[in-house]
């Protein structure tokens, strides 16, 4: 880990390889935070960020019915496809570029599966935590294309529902991007906000940090970020409250 300040912005760089590692086989799983039996007191979260797990599930299984509570949850589709059923009676099929979310508000329990029996499917699984608890449970999906993403940070998940996002009971605005050649994103990090950058794919630069698949890039402070140097690079960009 390793953190960078210049004169408004603090970076902090979280490498692939110190995420937490689960195997079980049917599902493999990188957590950038504490999850299941990987306990760090240093990454319990990050603001109201509370998981970012980089899943792998073979072919025919997945996550049986389990609950969940007052939890801002979304799965962003990498690779095959992500199947979806809950006690609210939806049930979706998300595929490569599509989002998945779910307010689990007063209580809702689902199950996710991989509907191939053959391809692997990868998703980063992402909580936040509401702002109000108990609020009635909701569940919605958006497919992103290439062009939405493509040298720019298309915003997806947001608590005002803007420009055509998910509305989420979290306070954060939530972003993908994909970068590469002499492509370049520049956004504005607010005073009072916090915000984390998370590597799907590739590599590229976020203000002279290099990051890799995987990585993440905690930023506190306020000022500009520059995203430069795109190798193929696929991230998600949160903007959250501190």
């Not at 960020?49 to 997945?62: C, E």
Request: charged fraction near 20%; avoid cysteine; charge should be negative.
């Amino acid at each position: 880990m390793t953190t960078v300040t210049d004169t408004t912005l603090r970076l902090t760089h979280r490498p692939a390889q110190d995420r937490g590692q689960a195997d079980f086989g049917w599902l493999k799983s990188a957590h950038s935070f504490s999850f299941g039996q990987y306990h760090d007191p240093a990454f319990m979260g990050f603001g109201n960020l509370r998981v970012i797990n980089d899943d792998r599930v073979a072919g025919g299984m997945g996550f049986g019915e389990h609950p969940h509570q007052n939890a801002e949850i979304f799965s962003y589709v990498m690779g095959g496809a992500l199947e979806h059923k809950d006690s609210m009676g939806n049930g979706s099929v998300v595929g490569a570029g599509g989002v998945q979310y779910m307010s689990a508000g007063s209580g809702v329990t689902h199950s996710e599966f991989n509907p191939s029996n053959t391809e692997e499917m990868r998703f980063l699984q992402v909580w936040l935590l509401p702002e109000v608890g108990n609020t009635a449970p909701a569940y919605d999906t958006m497919d992103l294309t290439a062009a939405d993403k493509d040298g720019q940070l298309k915003l997806f998940l947001s608590r005002d529902g803007r420009d055509g996002s998910m509305k989420t009971q979290a306070d954060a605005s939530v972003y993908a991007a994909t970068l590469r050649g002499d492509q370049q994103i520049t956004t504005t990090l607010s005073a009072g906000r916090k915000a984390w950058v998370q590597v799907a794919d590739g590599a590229l630069r976020v203000n002279g940090v290099s990051l890799s698949k995987g990585d993440g890039l905690a930023i506190e402070g306020e000022g500009q970020l520059t995203f430069d140097q795109g190798q193929d690079a696929e991230i998600l960009f949160f903007d959250l409250a501190p």
